[in-house]
C-alpha cells in the first residue's frame, strides 16, 4: 500500500519542482489536493517560506555538510530546508519540526536519510550563532537572493537596494479595492469593521483598504456582489492615472488577470474596454472577475506584438500597456522568482517590451494617452525602456505624474516594494509613465 503523503514531504516537492523551473503557483494547487483541507494552509506557509529563504538556508546546509547531497537526492535537500525554515521561522516548536521532518523520509521512501536529517537540523539548532556569522560574511545568505540580482539591484538603486532586499523577504499585506459603485472606502472599511476586521485606509491608492491581517475572501463583506476585490495599493493606481472621458475607447494590453481591466470599468462605468491578452487560459480568469463585479469588457485572445490578428481597427483613445516582466517588484508575493529569473531574462523582456510599445502605439488616436506599467525594479524594463522609446518615436511625450507616492526617474514613477521611504505605503514595487501622442509628429 502506497503511503500516504505528509505536508513536508510535498513542501520538498514543491521546492524541488521550482528548482527545476517550474512556477510555484502552478505547482502549489496541485499538491494541495493531495491533503486534507485542514493542511493545505500549512503546505502553502512551508513552500513559500522555504522559497522566500531559500538562498540563505541552501546556504547554511552547505556550511553544515562536508560535501552535498548527490543530484539525485535533490529532494532530500530541499526537505532539510523545509526544517530549517519550521526551525527558525515559524512558530512551530521545535521537536514537532525536526519530528515531522524526519519522519517525511519514509513517506517519501527514504527512510535511510532518517539520521541524516534527523541529524543535521540538530546541528543547526547548536549551531545557530555559527549560522548567523555566515550571513555577515555572505550576501547571498545574508540577503537570501541569487548573488546576480543583489549585484544588479545595488547598482541600480544604491541609496535603496537595502530596503528593497529586505522587504522581498517580507510578508506582503492583504489589499483590497473598494467597487466605488457599490460603498464608499470608509463605509466600507465601517463594514470590516463591524465583522471584526482591521485594516486603513490606503495613502496612496483612493479606493485601496490595506488589512491588518489576511482574511478569507468569503469573510468579506459582499465580496460575491462585487463589493470589493483583492488588489494591491501599487497595482491599484494605474486605472487612477488615466482618464477616460464617457465613451471613449481603452484597450488594456496584457491584461490578464483582469484586475486593472475592472478598476477601469468600476472608475469609469461609460467607457468601452478591450481587454487583450495572449494567453487563453488566464483570460478565463478575466471573465470571471468581469462576471464577479457585473461588469462588460470586449475579451480579446491576441498577441500584442501583432495587432494585425486581433485589432478591431478603431483607434483607442488610451491605452494601459501592463508589459511582460521580471516581476522583481512583486517577489515578496511570489518569492519562487528568485530561483526562476535569470540575469538574461532581463534584456530578452526590455526587447520584448520595447516591440509591444512599438506595435501598439500606432493603434493610438493623436491626443490620446499611454500609461506604461510593469511589476518590476529593474531600469532596463522601466525608465530606460521609456527614455529610449522617447528618444526614437516622432510625436510621444511624456507627461507628468502627480501624487506624493513613488520615486521620479526623470522618465516615470518607480515605486519599492514595502516601505523604502518613499511613502508611508507597504505596496509592491512597481513602475508608471505616462506618455501622449502629440497631434503633429
Not at 1 to 7: F, L, P
Not at 108 to 113: E, Q, V
Request: charged share 25%; with cysteine.
Amino acid at each position: 500500500m502506497a503511503k500516504q503523503s505528509s505536508v513536508r514531504q510535498l513542501a520538498a516537492r514543491a521546492v524541488t519542482r521550482v528548482a527545476n523551473g517550474e512556477s510555484l503557483s502552478v505547482v502549489l494547487p496541485a499538491l494541495q489536493e493531495k491533503l486534507a483541507k485542514k493542511d493545505q494552509p500549512l503546505l502553502a506557509e512551508l513552500s513559500y517560506g522555504t522559497l522566500r529563504y531559500y538562498h540563505k538556508l541552501d546556504a547554511w546546509l552547505k556550511f553544515l555538510t562536508e560535501k552535498p547531497l548527490k543530484d539525485k537526492e535533490q529532494d532530500i535537500h530541499n526537505l532539510i530546508l523545509v526544517g530549517f525554515y519550521q526551525l527558525f521561522y515559524t512558530r512551530i516548536p521545535a521537536h514537532a519540526a525536526i519530528g515531522e521532518t524526519v519522519q517525511a523520509t519514509r513517506t517519501m521512501g527514504k527512510a535511510w536519510a532518517r539520521g541524516l536529517v534527523n541529524g543535521i537540523l540538530r546541528n543547526a539548532q547548536r549551531r545557530l550563532d555559527e549560522l548567523k556569522e555566515l550571513e555577515d560574511r555572505s550576501p547571498v545568505c545574508g540577503w537570501s537572493h541569487p548573488k546576480w540580482m543583489i549585484n544588479t539591484i545595488k547598482r541600480a538603486w544604491p541609496a535603496h537596494y537595502e530596503s528593497i532586499l529586505t522587504g522581498n523577504n517580507q510578508q506582503p499585506p492583504m489589499t483590497l479595492r473598494v467597487n466605488e459603485q457599490q460603498f464608499q472606502p470608509s463605509r466600507y472599511m465601517k463594514k470590516l469593521l463591524d465583522d471584526c476586521i482591521e485594516g486603513k485606509l490606503s495613502p496612496i491608492a483612493p479606493q485601496g483598504i490595506v488589512l491588518n491581517r489576511p482574511v478569507p475572501v468569503d469573510k468579506l463583506h459582499k465580496f460575491s456582489e462585487g463589493a470589493v476585490s483583492v488588489q494591491d495599493e501599487s497595482a491599484q493606481l494605474a486605472a487612477t492615472l488615466i482618464t477616460p472621458k464617457p465613451g471613449d475607447h481603452v484597450l488594456d494590453a496584457c491584461c490578464a488577470p483582469g484586475g486593472k481591466t475592472c478598476h477601469l470599468l468600476e472608475l469609469n462605468p461609460d467607457i468601452t474596454v478591450d481587454a487583450l491578452d495572449a494567453d487563453g487560459h488566464r483570460l478565463e480568469r478575466v471573465g470571471e472577475n468581469l462576471n464577479r463585479l457585473g461588469l462588460t469588457a470586449n475579451v480579446l485572445c491576441g498577441d500584442a506584438t501583432d495587432p494585425d490578428s486581433w485589432f478591431p481597427g478603431k483607434l483607442y483613445d488610451h491605452i494601459l500597456l501592463d508589459a511582460p516582466c521580471s516581476a522583481t517588484g512583486v517577489i515578496r508575493r511570489h518569492p519562487d522568482i528568485k530561483l526562476l529569473r535569470t540575469a538574461e531574462d532581463i534584456e530578452a523582456l526590455a526587447e520584448l517590451q520595447q516591440k509591444i510599445l512599438r506595435a501598439i502605439w500606432p493603434l493610438l488616436k493623436p491626443g490620446g494617452t499611454l500609461l506604461y506599467a510593469t511589476c518590476s525594479i529593474m531600469p532596463q524594463e522601466n525608465h530606460l525602456q521609456v527614455e529610449r522609446f522617447l528618444s526614437e518615436t516622432a510625436g510621444a511625450k511624456l507627461l507628468p505624474i502627480e501624487g506624493k507616492w513613488g520615486h521620479d526617474t526623470g522618465f516615470g514613477k518607480q515605486l519599492f516594494p514595502g516601505n523604502s521611504g518613499q511613502t508611508s505605503s507597504n505596496g509592491d514595487g512597481f513602475f508608471y509613465s505616462l506618455m501622449v501622442k502629440t497631434e503633429s509628429p
